[in-house]
């Protein structure tokens, strides 16, 4: 089985900025994106009150425009070290791509 790894040696400082803020901004709610092969972070609206579910037509609009999405990234709020559920898990090998998770406000990642 896959292990989750940290990431924050491995993403450029103003990239993982840009992905904290986000999370900030809709703190407590969790906080959702994706990642793109160009080395960007589009946030996308989370939908759910309770965990995170990505707006169907935003995500769905990336993948039919031709954005290469390399990762899902989503936030844990109030979790200093973050841990993948059983959730994140299978969503990640079901898209088979990356789930980064960062902890809020700790800014911790890790990736399943």
């Known amino acids: 089985m896959k292990q989750c790894f940290h990431?924050?040696?491995?993403?450029?400082?103003?990239?993982?900025s840009n992905?904290?803020?986000h999370f900030e901004e809709v703190y407590p709610k969790e906080g959702c994106g994706?990642?793109?092969l160009e080395g960007e972070y589009l946030p996308?609206?989370?939908?759910?009150?309770?965990?995170f579910t990505m707006?169907?037509?935003e995500f769905m609009?990336?993948?039919l425009n031709g954005v290469n999405i390399v990762a899902v990234v989503h936030s844990h709020p109030d979790e200093k070290n973050p841990i993948a559920s059983k959730h994140d898990k299978l969503?990640?090998?079901?898209?088979?791509?990356?789930?980064?998770i960062m902890g809020i406000p700790s800014?911790?990642?890790?990736?399943?």
Not at 44 to 51: H, M, P, R, Y
Not at 91 to 100: G, M, T, V
């Open 107 to 112: 800014g911790r990642i890790i990736e399943c």
């Open 34 to 36: 994706v990642l793109t």
């Open 91 to 100: 969503a990640s090998r079901f898209l088979n791509i990356p789930y980064i």
């Open 55 to 57: 707006d169907k037509k």
């Open 7 to 16: 990431l924050g040696d491995f993403l450029p400082q103003e990239l993982l």
């Open 61 to 63: 609009s990336l993948v």
């Open 44 to 51: 996308i609206l989370n939908t759910s009150d309770e965990g």
């Open 19 to 21: 992905i904290k803020s």
